[in-house]
């Protein structure tokens, strides 16, 4: 019987396999013992709610010159860039055949809501803390986004 120690690599493999063994078969809940290693996966409960979360999206403004963490617009005007507060998927409006929640060239309002980020199958209403005109849309609709990412440019007032 072998009893070395399984590598991280190995052990990292397997839990890839059992999640996707997991999805393919709908299972809620796995357990193996292999090589060595007993791992066990065990999908959570989400949580149901009938309202969004809601997250105010972090404002930012540009500077003279960029840093790692600052989105500058590339013209010589002063604009606010709304930032996404997490990672998920972007969407303009709240469902497919819905408006969307602005527009460029639309007047913003403190409390606003802007966008929706889906993370984990939760819809996340995202406002904004700051008033001004929306100048751009960094995102496509239904695209990924990371958090801190540059999402609407806005003009103040």
Do not use: W
Not at 22 to 40: H, P, S, V, Y
Not at 108 to 115: D, K, M, N, P, T
């Amino acid at each position: 019987m072998d009893k070395r120690k399984p590598s991280e690599r190995e052990a990292v493999q397997l839990i890839e396999e059992m999640l996707a063994l997991m999805e393919a078969r709908g299972l809620a809940e796995l357990e193996i013992e292999q090589e060595g290693i007993k791992i066990r996966l065990k999908k959570a409960v989400p949580v149901v709610s009938s309202q969004p979360v809601e997250y105010v999206a972090g404002v930012s403004h540009s500077l003279p010159a960029p840093t790692a963490t600052s989105h500058v617009v590339a013209d010589d005007r002063h604009r606010v860039v709304i930032k996404s507060p997490m990672v998920g998927t972007f969407y303009r409006a709240p469902a497919p055949d819905a408006p969307p929640f602005v527009e460029v060239g639309q007047d913003l309002e403190v409390g606003q809501v802007v966008c929706i980020i889906e993370a984990m199958k939760l819809m996340n209403e995202i406002k904004t803390e700051t008033t001004g005109r929306i100048v751009e849309i960094l995102v496509e609709n239904g695209a990924p986004v990371e958090f801190g990412q540059p999402l609407f440019a806005v003009e103040p007032p």
